[in-house]
């Protein structure tokens, strides 16, 4: 059932499935991505007796922002205040925090800055805190490639772009990121939609240059980015869930990993799956988030 609800600097659109007494569990998507990713995923949870809340992200679907004067911030340290401002909104103390893309990150930043409200964690890719300070550095040609459509958002003729295609650059991406996944044309429609939010441009383009330091951040969070600045560890216990056929996230070296996840943790890499793991492995999603709901 899709309710709204007014947390922080927004009406939230979001999801709600399952009984209100169940397990609460948020799941939280990212670019160019939608709350349908989450359809299998949600029903499974939900017929397991949890309270599944699916949010669409600032600058998706029917989400709005409450002010024409707020920044349409994409930022980290924001999208991570959104997740606890709704939480607050549905008097929701602690819950799984399950994500993918931005929403993994933003689970990851919550795991980590606010331990108490994280019963546990479902983190897509793993951790993916953003390293602004290091964000200059420049990584293998290999991988400089698999982030062409960043660099191309840091221009105006990225930005244009990104107005005019949105429909086009979103399906790209979904194919470029998951290779192996037959996704139908309907499928994708049923998300693209989404991306006809009024400030689904701002947003993802604000977020993908601010990472990089090429946009100012929103002063209301530069605290907590000043707290990310230092990679804070995750103390929470984890999943982190990497698809093998990842094209734009490949899974990391397990060291390299490992050393954010300071409490129980566990890593799998999911053959034949890419970057959407809800929507192409929802059994496997699913089962993750119990096996935390049930500790």
Same mark, same amino acid.
């Given at each position: 059932?899709?309710?709204?609800?007014?947390?922080?600097?927004?009406?939230?659109?979001?999801?709600?499935?399952?009984?209100?007494?169940?397990?609460?569990?948020?799941?939280?998507?990212?670019?160019?991505?939608?709350?349908?990713?989450?359809?299998?995923?949600?029903?499974?949870?939900?017929?397991?007796?949890?309270?599944?809340?699916?949010?669409?992200?600032?600058?998706?679907?029917?989400?709005?922002?409450?002010?024409?004067?707020?920044?349409?911030?994409?930022?980290?340290?924001?999208?991570?205040?959104?997740?606890?401002?709704?939480?607050?909104?549905?008097?929701?103390?602690?819950?799984?925090?399950?994500?993918?893309?931005?929403?993994?990150?933003?689970?990851?930043?919550?795991?980590?800055?606010?331990?108490?409200?994280?019963?546990?964690?479902?983190?897509?890719?793993?951790?993916?805190?953003?390293?602004?300070?290091?964000?200059?550095?420049?990584?293998?040609?290999?991988?400089?490639?698999?982030?062409?459509?960043?660099?191309?958002? !840091? +221009?105006? /003729?990225? $930005?244009? %772009? #990104?107005?005019?295609?949105?429909? =086009?650059?979103?399906?790209?991406?979904? *194919? @470029?990121?998951?290779?192996?996944?037959?996704?139908?044309?309907?499928?994708?429609?049923?998300?693209?939609?989404?991306?006809?939010?009024?400030?689904?441009?701002?947003?993802?383009? !604000? +977020?993908? /240059?601010? $990472?990089? %330091? #090429?946009?100012?951040?929103?002063? =209301?969070?530069?605290?907590?980015?000043? *707290? @990310?600045?230092?990679?804070?560890?995750?103390?929470?216990?984890?999943?982190?869930?990497?698809?093998?056929?990842?094209?734009?996230?490949?899974?990391?070296?397990?060291?390299?990993?490992?050393?954010?996840?300071?409490?129980?943790?566990?890593?799998?890499?999911?053959?034949?799956?890419?970057?959407?793991?809800?929507?192409?492995?929802?059994?496997?999603?699913?089962?993750?988030?119990?096996?935390?709901?049930?500790?």
């Amino acid at each position: 059932m899709l309710k709204r609800v007014h947390a922080g600097a927004l009406e939230v659109a979001y999801e709600e499935a399952g009984p209100p007494s169940g397990a609460p569990v948020l799941l939280l998507h990212g670019f160019p991505y939608d709350i349908h990713a989450f359809d299998e995923v949600t029903a499974n949870l939900a017929a397991a007796g949890c309270r599944v809340i699916v949010p669409y992200v600032r600058g998706y679907g029917p989400t709005r922002f409450l002010s024409p004067n707020t920044p349409r911030s994409g930022q980290q340290a924001v999208l991570a205040h959104d997740v606890t401002e709704l939480m607050d909104a549905l008097a929701i103390e602690n819950a799984v925090l399950a994500g993918f893309d931005w929403g993994s990150r933003s689970a990851c930043i919550v795991a980590a800055l606010w331990p108490k409200r994280v019963r546990g964690l479902v983190a897509g890719a793993g951790y993916i805190i953003q390293d602004i300070a290091a964000s200059l550095k420049p990584a293998e040609p290999e991988a400089e490639r698999r982030l062409w459509y960043q660099y191309y958002f !840091h +221009s105006e /003729r990225g $930005r244009a %772009g #990104l107005e005019r295609h949105r429909h =086009a650059m979103g399906k790209l991406l979904w *194919r @470029l990121w998951s290779p192996s996944w037959r996704f139908s044309d309907a499928t994708y429609e049923l998300t693209a939609r989404s991306f006809d939010n009024p400030d689904f441009v701002a947003v993802a383009v !604000h +977020s993908y /240059r601010h $990472r990089y %330091g #090429l946009a100012p951040g929103d002063p =209301a969070v530069e605290d907590t980015e000043r *707290r @990310l600045a230092a990679l804070p560890s995750i103390t929470v216990p984890a999943i982190a869930l990497h698809g093998a056929d990842d094209g734009v996230t490949p899974a990391a070296a397990p060291e390299k990993q490992a050393r954010f996840f300071r409490g129980p943790y566990e890593r799998h890499v999911l053959s034949g799956v890419g970057h959407n793991l809800p929507q192409e492995a929802p059994q496997k999603f699913s089962d993750a988030v119990l096996s935390l709901v049930k500790e």
